[in-house]
């Protein structure tokens, strides 16, 4: 019981310090109408459509569901460590590991797009973070970084002065945002129906944070290995609306 009045006062505490114009800019981090290019990107589920992996809503929950298992086992590390400690070393160290730890070149071109489009974003808009700015201006064209973008998440969440748990979950909640939209637009499930399943989802995605959250990048791994490969085969599919 003291334990948990300790930690509570410590939440409280940590909510004060923060500077409430951060909070509007925390926000719209989130916000689907930030120009980041996540859209583009269906996390392999086009390429899974094609292969008849998934071809109803039951499936498209399936497939959802090992999606958000995967990205808190692979990616949640990345962010984790990166909002800890948003310091230009430790992201080019941990856009080192990921690049070296991502397995098929799909996911790796999109997790680079996604980030250097995040980076650019943030660095323009964020304009009261200038070491954002300095940051990128230092790795841009220098080759020290690729981009990918859960370290470049991580750093933004840490410098808006998000809380670790906090960007773990915002990380997930926009990669079922931009997987179940990617399915509407290949058709797959309506408007109304995808807002269902999100919500639906969520639950779930509530444990796969809890389960994967605050883990060093040592223990990053692949849950879903089908899905990986899946997407590695997007390149060959004859006609595709999305970049991966």
Request: aromatic share 8%.
């Amino acid at each position: 019981m003291e334990q948990d009045l300790v930690e509570t006062e410590k939440r409280r505490k940590r909510e004060i310090n923060i500077d409430p114009s951060l909070q509007w800019s925390q926000w719209q981090l989130l916000d689907s109408i930030l120009p980041t290019g996540g859209f583009a990107h269906s996390f392999g589920l086009e390429a899974a459509i094609q292969a008849r992996l998934v071809s109803d809503p039951d499936d498209l929950q399936t497939f959802v569901i090992h999606l958000l298992e995967n990205t808190g086992s692979l990616l949640l590390p990345f962010v984790y460590s990166a909002t800890m400690n948003p310091t230009l070393d430790n992201w080019q160290k941990l856009d080192r590991i990921l690049d070296a730890t991502l397995s098929n070149e799909v996911g790796r071109k999109a997790s680079v797009s996604q980030g250097s489009s995040l980076m650019r974003v943030a660095a323009s808009v964020f304009t009261e973070l200038p070491s954002l700015k300095s940051m990128r201006d230092v790795c841009v064209g220098s080759g020290v970084v690729s981009f990918h973008h859960a370290p470049v998440f991580g750093i933004i969440c840490g410098l808006l002065g998000m809380d670790s748990g906090t960007s773990q979950r915002a990380y997930i909640f926009m990669t079922m945002r931009d997987v179940i939209s990617a399915a509407t637009r290949l058709n797959l499930v309506g408007p109304l129906g995808a807002a269902v399943l999100q919500h639906r989802v969520a639950y779930v995605a509530e444990s796969m944070v809890k389960k994967w959250m605050d883990r060093s990048v040592e223990d990053a791994c692949q849950t879903a290995p089908l899905l990986d490969t899946i997407q590695g085969c997007h390149t060959y599919l004859f006609s595709r609306l999305f970049c991966s």
